[in-house]
């Protein structure tokens, strides 16, 4: 089922290879669908980095217009060589038994391994089981880590629960990630996330510290009553929190929203003439 | 100046420690896998502190700015234990080959007992199959003959002298390791193993060929700024610049370095991906800036009372 996609993977690293590399690459994966023991993967995903190097994977347009077409959403920003190598070789295990492999695998990685693993997560067998494993990488606090999951990887979006998936929405404001490339932010945004965004930022204000800006775009569609006063007053913070504000109030359905855009109308018509948005702002305030 | 501290056991350090390093010029740490002050009772423990060392601990050393390395063992006063000792062999293989791991070690003799002796052969070949260096822990008591019969053992095992370090030496023990072609590392630890004054003495009477300065900073009462520390004061007392960096730099990076998993261009110019990933970013190519030095945090201090 994800022959298509390790065919792109396989082509992107190939592009980066010499000769005696992709005899490596290709030995290893022949081994690799041919039920390896434990040893041989640990090896195989060990010497990845040494054979193949760290290099940026950097793949071409054309491969990535390929695999957007496979896999929405899933991202290759970042990604080494050795990721692609590994995410490749686990990609190639028989289904069979992969799930207790994965988590057997994630419980010794070292942290560009547990990066690479996460990585693949949308390209794996069977990885409707990989769920629980999945929320463990989640708990700890390196950063890159998380994001190996949160950034770019559409797996959260397709398989967390509304629980897991706001916990993970929320924690990465905490280790100080970014929202926007949390693959399906908009669409999976609900109540109760809004909810706890609004008495997030209520703490913050509390203890002297900055509301982060991005945490509107969570809360604008589900804004009403008094949640359209945090967001009057995030009008009075600075550059990008009052637009971030200003395009939460414009997504909120609640008629009074549109009272308080009206304060603010420079940034008003910047999002009616489509020129403020969230995109725009998040490249600009990164 | 910059500095590799080549033997700091950093899980039992604070982030003050982490900075004031970092402060003090250190660039870089080698985390051998030790015991923990106590022996530990299943191999469940061990699994998790070796991921902890190839873990965390290497992501928490990056957010000062300081690169993580690790060496990969069974220790001495474990191997005593056999039900553990052999869970634990089982174990190095899968740990030997992650990232930043530099050697297998610490490994050695303890009490020199007959297991020491076993499981310190078993790793020394594991060495050899995997080509990677060799840390090795000298014993604190029956010392002068504990390091010689190490490195008998480590010739018997065909290991190139070369690609060993003994650590831990005196000045009882320096001679014969330099004159049989190994790494002579020194601990400075206070009142046990080698305090600085004397360790700039060493430098002036055998000069800085194969020596390597550590701090060897664990659980107990021990210095991390033990390498900054001691070049600062082999300066002082007229030890040429040269020699210095070569003790408290070059050496280690040049033994270690012979794993392929430490290279000076991982702090002084890291690649993209590793640095958004793993390091705060504190490189001098790239970003332009001079290495931190000497500017010690005064976390400590009274005096600042605001907590932000």
């Known amino acids: 089922m994800n022959e298509p996609v390790r065919s792109i993977l396989r082509d992107c690293l190939r592009a980066r290879l010499d000769e005696a590399q992709k005899r490596w690459l290709d030995e290893q994966l022949a081994a690799m669908t041919a039920s390896p023991s434990d040893k041989s993967l640990h090896v195989a995903l060990g010497m990845a980095p040494r054979r193949l190097g760290k290099a940026p994977l950097a793949p071409d347009a054309e491969a990535l217009a390929r695999l957007a077409g496979q896999v929405p959403g899933w991202s290759l920003a970042g990604w ?54 999945v929320g463990e990488g989640l708990r700890g606090n390196v950063q890159a880590v998380f994001e190996a999951i949160a950034h770019g990887n559409p797996y959260a979006r397709q398989h967390f629960d509304a629980h897991r998936w706001t916990h993970m929405v929320l924690k990465a404001l905490f280790v100080g990630s970014r929202l926007s490339p949390i693959v399906g932010l908009d669409e999976r945004a609900n109540d109760e996330l809004a909810r706890i965004m609004i008495d997030f930022s209520h703490e913050r204000r509390a203890a002297g510290r900055p509301v982060p800006w991005e945490i509107w775009r969570c809360v604008g569609p589900f804004a009403r009553g008094s949640m359209i006063d945090d967001l009057a007053r995030a009008l009075d913070d600075g550059d990008c929190f009052r637009q971030a504000a200003a395009l939460g109030l414009a997504a909120s359905p609640d008629p009074a929203a549109a009272a308080v855009l009206d304060r603010v109308p420079e940034l008003r018509d910047a999002i009616a003439r489509g020129e403020l948005n969230w995109e725009a702002l998040s490249a600009r305030c990164a | 100046m910059m500095f590799i501290d080549p033997h700091a056991h950093m899980v039992s350090r604070t982030t003050d420690d982490y900075e004031a390093m970092a402060a003090a010029g250190v660039v870089a740490v080698i985390e051998p896998a030790f015991w923990l002050g106590q022996p530990r009772t299943n191999v469940g423990s061990y699994l998790d502190y070796l991921s902890t060392l190839v873990g965390f601990e290497r992501f928490r050393a990056g957010q000062f700015g300081i690169r993580h390395y690790c060496t990969i063992g069974l220790n001495s006063k474990e191997a005593n234990n056999e ?78 002298p070369a690609k060993v370090v003994i650590d831990h030496n005196n000045e009882e023990t320096v001679r014969e390791c330099l004159d049989r072609g190994f790494w002579a590392a020194f601990s400075i630890y206070p009142s046990t193993k080698m305090g600085n004054e004397r360790m700039v003495e060493i430098l002036r009477q055998y000069g800085a060929r194969q020596i390597i300065v550590d701090s060897a900073c664990d659980w107990g009462i021990s210095e991390p700024l033990g390498v900054a520390k001691t070049a600062r004061l082999a300066l002082q007392r007229g030890i040429p610049e040269e020699q210095v960096r070569l003790a408290c730099y070059q050496n280690a990076l040049d033994a270690y370095g ?35 030095v000497e500017k010690l945090a005064n976390r400590r201090s009274m005096d600042d009372l605001i907590i932000k």
């Open chain 2, 83 to 160: 039900a553990l000792a052999e869970g634990v062999m089982e174990l190095i293989p899968r740990f030997a080959l992650k990232e930043g791991v530099v050697a297998i070690g610490e490994i050695g003799y303890d009490e020199q007992t007959a297991l020491e002796d076993k499981y310190f052969r078993l790793q020394l070949d594991l060495a050899k199959e995997l080509d990677l260096p060799v840390m090795i822990h000298t014993p604190h008591r029956d010392k002068k003959r504990g390091t010689s019969r190490s490195m008998d053992v480590c010739i018997e095992h065909g290991l190139d």
């Open chain 2, 258 to 292: 012979q794993s392929g998993q430490m290279k000076e261009a991982d702090w002084l110019n890291p690649v993209d991906i590793d640095q958004r990933a793993l390091y705060e970013g504190n490189s001098i190519l790239r970003g332009g800036r001079e290495p931190r």
């Open chain 1, 80 to 133: 080494s060589v050795a990721d692609a190598a590994r995410v490749l070789l686990l990609a190639s295990l028989p289904a069979e038994g992969f799930a207790e492999r994965f988590r057997d695998l994630c419980q010794t990685a070292d942290v560009a391994e547990s990066i690479a693993l996460y990585r693949g997560l949308p390209v794996y067998p069977n990885s409707d089981a990989l769920e629980r494993q």
